[in-house]
């Protein structure tokens, strides 16, 4: 007998086996036995009473929810539990219960790197620099910052006391602070080069297309505007569909779905989302950026921008996660999350590319492939993911800053945190006027002190192309800590050759029609290079 049988596994796993279907339980309905059903319990009961491991039931089904959801195929499947549901639910939407501050470990304590507007922290006076030194009663000299954030969260309405330790006070300070719901926004936007906007989503969360539009009344005055979907993971479908609105005209096509329909073997439905607003910056030029890890929700924002000629797409093929999602409950406060359509673009192309459940793409694009064209003339790959109109590769380590790297690693320095570390303190000093509001370039030199006292070769230090690097790093992470965005923007362009291009191309155009023409200039002398590159002879 099954004394022990979970009821989660115990109604999916009788709901599959019993149909064949794959239909989503219905824990109402009920079920006849079938011979699969009954081989099934068979065997796990023979497990159970004879094999000479002996299993604990439980663990024997879960294993077999493992194997069921592994049988689908299907690499974006999985069950969550309740805390990694709570997780995920915190990655997408950016809410979460707390008071609201960004907490590192640097020099060895858990630090406060930002406080976040309108929340708790904010309202009781907590202080970027701020070191926690006490959480309800325990010191925390010594806690990392896993330690620091599980503690200090909790449920809305509830009180956690810390204690801090401020530079220039004797005393850690006590502040007894009342846990609220905080959102962190996604969004950041900044003019750089006195004339282009530049809009940073990190994830397609909830909120998100709000965040965008405000941006742009801070960015009223720019020439161009440039949307940064790099390494941006996707997120909430509405969400998407709300952030291309904003850019396309009232009935334009934002994307549609060819969904399995719901209990129907082999039948599908689809549907489609038209933009229901009026473009918000219908007169500014606008370039998007993409790399291999742009995908779901933020590919069908890149998508619908391209195929409606609104922007010009820049930097890498996109991941191709054109999957619809479907979370649903089940019972044990679990949920489980299957692949139930595909995602496609307004003119048709499927975002997808089939993976294996290592996520390695299934196939190799060939040579051909096939084709949409726009409205304006334009043809568009339509082999999965979002091809670029422009394809520009990352930036890569010369010989020497990896030699950097190996040799910091080699002599156990974490080199990001130190340059942090460094960087934060400077910044601290900008803004309370005690330091320059610039990190000029000899201001770097005691790091490079600091990273030789800790065993970093002397002869690498004063490798001009391993001091560049350093200086480079180093003076971007202040700009960004100092709140200076448009001058991390302007460092940052010096080896993101994605950026610069786009800083190029918008500032030499006046209209996006000019913008299209000028970077498909250049994508034809990439293609003509390319193809003079294969030829024999040409490498000699």
Not at 53 to 77: C, K, M, R, V
Not at 192 to 212: K, P, T, W
Not at 307 to 331: N, S, W
């Amino acid at each position: 007998m099954f004394r022990r049988m979970p009821s989660i596994l115990f109604i999916l796993l009788l709901s599959f086996f019993n149909s064949g279907e794959g239909q989503v339980p219905d824990t109402t309905r009920q079920v006849d036995a079938g011979t699969e059903r009954q081989v099934f319990l068979g065997a796990f009961r023979n497990i159970l009473d004879y094999h000479q491991t002996t299993f604990n039931d439980s663990i024997l089904w879960e294993q077999a929810l493992e194997g069921l959801i592994e049988g689908l195929n299907d690499p974006y499947a999985t069950v969550f539990t309740p805390e990694e549901f709570g997780a995920f639910e915190e990655g997408n939407t950016g809410d979460y219960a707390g008071i609201g501050v960004q907490i590192t470990q640097l020099n060895g304590r858990v630090t406060i790197t930002a406080v976040f507007r309108r929340t708790p922290a904010d309202e009781v006076g907590l202080l970027v620099g701020d070191q926690i030194v006490d959480v309800k009663g325990v010191d925390a000299r010594e806690w990392t910052t896993d330690m620091a954030r599980d503690s200090i969260r909790g449920p809305i309405g509830t009180v956690v006391e810390i204690e801090v330790e401020r530079e220039g006070v004797g005393e850690p300070l006590p502040f007894p602070i009342r846990r609220d719901k905080v959102h962190v926004s996604a969004v950041t936007a900044s003019t750089v080069h006195d004339s282009l906007g530049y809009i940073l989503v990190d994830q397609v969360a909830r909120g998100s297309a709000a965040e965008v539009d405000s941006a742009f009344a801070l960015l009223a005055d720019a020439k161009g505007i440039i949307l940064d979907l790099r390494r941006n993971p996707g997120g909430y479908l509405g969400e998407s569909l709300s952030m291309a609105d904003l850019f396309l005209d009232r009935g334009k096509t934002l994307a549609s779905t060819v969904s399995r329909l719901r209990g129907q073997p082999n039948k599908t439905v689809e549907e489609s989302w038209d933009a229901r607003l009026p473009a918000r910056i219908p007169d500014k030029t606008l370039v998007v950026l993409v790399d291999r890890f742009t995908a779901s929700a933020a590919e069908i924002v890149a998508g619908s921008l391209q195929d409606h000629d609104r922007a010009v797409v820049l930097g890498e093929r996109t991941f191709g996660k054109g999957v619809v999602q479907t979370v649903l409950p089940l019972p044990g406060d679990r949920r489980l999350r299957i692949t139930t359509g595909d995602w496609m673009t307004p003119l048709g192309r499927s975002l997808h590319i089939p993976r294996d459940l290592q996520g390695r793409p299934l196939h190799e694009v060939s040579d051909s492939f096939p084709t949409v064209v726009t409205e304006a003339g334009r043809s568009l790959r339509a082999d999965g993911g979002v091809f670029p109109d422009l394809v520009i590769e990352g930036d890569t380590l010369t010989t020497v800053e990896q030699n950097l790297l190996v040799e910091s690693a080699k002599a156990e320095i974490p080199l990001t945190l130190r340059i942090t570390e460094f960087a934060f303190e400077h910044a601290k000093r900008a803004k309370d006027g005690t330091g320059p509001e610039e990190l000029a370039r000899e201001g770097v030199e005691p790091l490079f002190s600091l990273l030789e006292g800790e065993g970093l070769p002397a002869e690498l230090i004063e490798d001009p192309e391993a001091r560049e690097y350093l200086i480079w790093r180093t003076q971007m992470a202040f700009a960004q800590r100092a709140e200076h965005y448009h001058h991390a923007l302007e460092f940052q362009a010096e080896r993101d050759r994605v950026l610069a291009a786009a800083f190029r191309f918008l500032e030499g155009a006046n209209s996006q029609g000019e913008l299209f023409a000028v970077v498909e200039r250049e994508a034809a002398r990439a293609r003509l290079a390319q193809v003079s590159d294969s030829l024999p002879g040409s490498g000699e």
